[in-house]
């Protein structure tokens, strides 16, 4: 968010609240409803943080379309950033984790509370560490779209080719995890032909013209980016062990 505050420059500040407030919602609705809500407590989607403030945008775009512009690519930006940092959560969690590999090191998870252990029963199993892997990814796709973004590239350039980045690294990581409540369909996994649609989207998105990348700012308030990562903590990170009620918990478990 900070990466996004500074990019979108000095007067975005409620949309850019607006739009992440739209992606962390959606966020956990999609993975409530795609990773099911039965058994993991409190799951989120990184495609429903996708559509969410793509939803968000397009209703800004109808009144202010520079601005959609312009908030699109600085949030795409940010994006891989926040997502790269997230990983570690993932990889403490047990989310996103890899199928057993062979031939290879790994990493072992033999916690009881991991989704490894509780739902995939790879206790003890070298795994793909696939968290690691979209990390690296993410950072690289970081290091391109703010180079692209402080040399003033289009907007609709800077969206399209994270868009386009994202899902080829999406795809090839899907290779290797190893989830089992993921659906798949056709012998490649929901997420893969989710990676596919955002890839093509991607490719249309940088044919516009909608101007600049950025309005990148010296004084940058930093209220938003603090109050955000606030409210992402306590949305992705604060786990109540005792209680039954749901979205209580962070762990696999039954919920009341």
């Known amino acids: 968010m900070l990466v996004v505050v500074i990019l979108a420059g000095h007067d975005s500040p409620p949309e850019v609240v607006g739009i992440f407030l739209a992606g962390i919602l959606s966020a956990g609705a999609w993975g409530y409803w795609l990773e099911g809500g039965n058994r993991l407590s409190r799951p989120f989607g990184y495609y429903g943080f996708l559509f969410g403030g793509l939803g968000a945008l397009l209703g800004l775009a109808v009144f202010d379309p520079a601005s959609a512009a312009r908030l699109s690519a600085a949030f795409a930006c940010g994006a891989p950033l926040a997502q790269a940092i997230g990983r570690m959560r993932c990889l403490v969690q047990g989310c996103c984790h890899g199928r057993s590999i062979e031939g290879l090191p790994g990493i072992c998870v033999t916690n009881p509370k991991s989704r490894v252990v509780a739902l995939s029963e790879l206790h003890g199993v070298p795994i793909h560490p696939t968290q690691l892997y979209s990390t690296i990814s993410n950072l690289a796709i970081f290091a391109l779209l703010l ?24 795809f090839a990581e899907e290779q290797y995890r190893g989830e089992p409540q993921t659906p798949r369909f056709l012998g490649l996994a929901v997420y893969q032909w989710l990676a596919i649609g955002t890839f093509l989207m991607g490719i249309l998105i ?44 962070l762990t696999v478990g039954d919920t009341a």
């Open 206 to 249: 940088t044919l516009l013209d909608l101007g600049p990348a950025s309005a990148i700012g010296v004084d940058t308030n930093l209220l938003i980016p603090f109050a955000a990562g606030i409210v992402a903590a306590a949305f992705m990170s604060i786990d109540f062990p005792k209680s039954r009620r749901r979205f209580s918990r």
């Open 147 to 170: 180079k692209l973004s402080v040399a003033g590239a289009p907007a609709a350039f800077v969206g399209g080719i994270y868009l386009v980045l994202s899902s080829l690294a999406r």
